[in-house]
Every structure is written in structure tokens, then in C-alpha cells.
């Protein structure tokens, strides 16, 4: 196995647990390539989590990157990563589902928790499943907050922890409910949603009383750490679809 890992992004520790790492900037797609030339990759798999928020950081892109971003006629985030994914496979690179070797991580439909959510975290777990799938055709984010009927937060850029911070710094510490959901028209080998325990602990200090994540296209992380987090919390999970 060959590892290609993001400075901006990737964990030191990720040494340990391959023989071969190589460290790329995320603007050097073209060393990219030149390095899974090199290395005889014909097959990769993205793990982990590139923020989409790096495009306006002081990254410098290489050529090849420059090429592609001034081929964009937007840069969300499908255009973006499904370019470099065409660009890619017109290498000879062929990208996998990110979640191949992940399926256990993946929820079937169904409460997920010790409690499902009470009528009132449905009804607003049902509106916010509504704005969130519109918010994943417009391909802006997958994360909605929403408190006694309203929309509250929707994201974008800042990912979902940052969508319940700026949430909860508005409701006077009303009970929130978050929807995150994979788009419409998914493609599982990148932006794959997550939610881990760092989420459940936010949820827990910030009055997040329920969730909804997609089954099947949600990874969860730490599975039982998380779901056990969130019985002692009291917070309701339930997979939809």
C-alpha cells in the first residue's frame, strides 16, 4: 500500500501504519500523478477528509492544479473533487468507493439509539430532512440545524461541528436537531458524510437533543464508542432514507 498524504490535512501518525507515505501539498496534483506513476498505482482510495475551506488558504497550486481550477466553472464541492477524480482516471488511476472497505461503518435504516426521537424532535428532524436534501441538489453542504420548526443553520464550507456551534449561539439554549444527509446523487468515492464521537460530544454540550443521518451513506465512526456516548447523553440517532 501507498500512501499519499495531505500536509495540510493528514496526521503524522499515519507512518505507523503504512510502509510507504508520501508527503504532498494539496495543491501538487501534478506530483500526484508523477508519484503514482512511479509507484505503479493504478487503483486509489481517498480516506479521511480534505476541507473544502483549503481552497481559499495559502496553498500554491502546481500546474496541473491551476489547469484544472481554471477549467471550473464552479467550485463546489463536486466539481472540484470530481474533476481531479476525471483527471485521475485519465491517468490510468482508477478511484474507488471511498467506502469499500468500510461497509460495517455504515447504518441501516432505523433508530440507532436506546431511545427514538419524540414527536417533537420528528417534526423537526422531518423539516429539516426536507431542507437538507435541497441543500445537497444544490450541492452547497449536507448539514441543517433546526429548533421548534425553524431552520436555524445551514452549511457550506465550515463542515458540521462549526454548523452547530453558530446554531446554538443563536437559539438562547433551545433543544437543537441537526440533519446531515448525503446528496442526491452521491458519489461515495469522495465527501462521504461522518459523524464521529467529537460531534456526539458537541451535540451533548450543546443542547442537540436528536439527529438524522443517511443509512447506508453515512460512515460512523467509532460506532459503538458513539452510539454509547450518545445514550448517556440522551440524544436520539436515527438513519433515514
Known amino acids: 500500500m501507498v500512501v499519499a498524504a495531505i500536509k495540510e490535512e493528514t496526521f503524522p501518525e499515519i507512518e505507523r501504519q503504512a510502509k510507504t507515505v508520501h508527503w504532498l501539498s494539496l495543491g501538487q496534483l501534478g506530483k500526484l500523478i508523477k508519484m503514482f506513476k512511479a509507484e505503479g498505482v493504478t487503483r486509489a482510495i481517498m480516506a ?39 483527471v485521475l482516471e485519465d491517468e490510468g488511476i482508477h478511484l474507488l468507493d471511498s467506502t469499500s472497505f468500510l461497509r460495517p ?20 428532524l422531518d423539516y429539516g430532512y426536507n431542507l437538507a436534501r435541497e441543500l445537497g441538489r444544490l450541492d452547497l453542504g449536507q448539514t441543517v440545524a433546526v429548533s421548534d420548526a425553524a431552520c436555524v443553520a445551514m452549511e457550506a464550507m465550515e463542515g458540521t461541528d462549526a454548523v452547530i456551534e453558530r446554531a446554538a449561539s443563536l437559539v438562547n439554549g433551545r433543544p437543537l436537531r441537526v440533519v446531515k444527509l448525503a446528496k442526491p446523487n452521491q458519489d461515495l468515492r469522495f465527501d462521504v458524510p461522518v459523524i464521529g464521537l ?8 450543546l443542547n442537540v437533543t436528536a439527529i438524522a443521518i443517511e443509512a447506508r451513506k453515512t460512515l460512523m465512526i467509532d460506532r459503538q464508542e458513539l452510539l454509547n456516548e450518545a445514550n448517556a447523553g440522551g440524544i436520539a440517532i436515527v438513519a433515514v432514507e
Do not use: C, W, Y
Request: aromatic share 2%; proline share 7%; hydrophobic share 35%.
Open 48 to 86: 479521511g477528509q480534505v476541507k473544502h475551506k483549503q481552497i481559499f488558504s495559502s496553498i500554491i497550486p502546481d500546474f496541473k492544479m491551476i489547469q484544472l481550477l481554471a477549467s471550473l466553472a464552479t467550485k463546489n464541492t463536486d466539481s472540484l473533487i470530481g474533476a481531479v477524480a476525471k
Open 105 to 124: 461503518l455504515l447504518p441501516e435504516p432505523g433508530v440507532l439509539t436506546s431511545r427514538g426521537p419524540s414527536d417533537e424532535e420528528r417534526k423537526d
Open 198 to 205: 467529537p460531534t456526539v460530544h458537541l451535540m451533548q454540550r
